[in-house]
């Protein structure tokens, strides 16, 4: 993608910090970072989402994110991380190429994540987790 900063990135034409490229991925450091050693791990294909990327893909990119956290908790002397990861405008993304946050962490670091928690109308769970198994061809055992 001609406009895209991380495709840009992939291409060497924009210089980053990286700390791991293999034949699929490129991770380098945050240039905004949540706290030191917040990496982003993205793969070189362009895809804007994490339901646009291939399976061959998405089946390397948690092991990999794992083994960079390990890394980054090693380097940085943090004690936890997040990973995070956002899809769509709505969401929060920004970028729009497909991207995954390994944030390292520490108590008392100030970094909140906060969600307002909602509640089920009665009946409104069966009726939504209903409609995403059919979406998904599973049935609960005995559910014809």
Same mark, same amino acid.
Do not use: W
């Given at each position: 993608?001609?406009?895209?900063?991380?495709?840009? /990135?992939?291409?060497?034409?924009i210089?980053?910090?990286? &700390?791991?490229?293999?034949?699929?991925?490129?991770a380098?450091?945050?240039?905004? +970072?949540?706290?030191?050693?917040?990496?982003? &791990? &993205? +793969?070189?294909?362009?895809?804007?989402?994490?339901?646009?990327? +291939?399976?061959?893909?998405?089946?390397?990119e948690?092991?990999?994110?794992?083994? /960079?956290?390990?890394?980054?908790?090693?380097?940085?002397?943090?004690?936890?991380?997040?990973?995070?990861?956002?899809?769509?405008?709505?969401?929060?993304?920004?970028?729009?190429?497909?991207?995954?946050?390994?944030? +390292?962490?520490?108590?008392?670091?100030?970094?909140?994540?906060? &969600?307002?928690?909602?509640?089920?109308?009665?009946?409104?769970?069966?009726?939504?987790?209903?409609?995403?198994?059919?979406?998904?061809?599973?049935r609960?055992?005995?559910?014809?």
């Open positions: 993608m001609n406009d895209c900063i991380f495709c840009k /990135i992939v291409q060497g034409l210089p980053s910090a990286k &700390i791991y490229e293999d034949d699929d991925f490129l380098f450091l945050d240039i905004r +970072p949540a706290n030191h050693g917040h990496v982003l &791990i &993205i +793969p070189k294909v362009h895809a804007e989402r994490v339901t646009d990327l +291939p399976e061959s893909i998405l089946s390397r948690l092991v990999l994110a794992a083994r /960079i956290a390990a890394a980054v908790l090693a380097a940085t002397g943090m004690t936890d991380f997040n990973l995070f990861n956002t899809n769509g405008a709505a969401s929060g993304q920004e970028v729009f190429h497909h991207h995954l946050h390994v944030i +390292p962490r520490k108590a008392g670091d100030g970094m909140k994540l906060s &969600i307002d928690p909602q509640t089920y109308r009665e009946g409104e769970m069966a009726e939504i987790a209903g409609a995403i198994r059919r979406r998904l061809d599973l609960e055992p005995g559910e014809s």
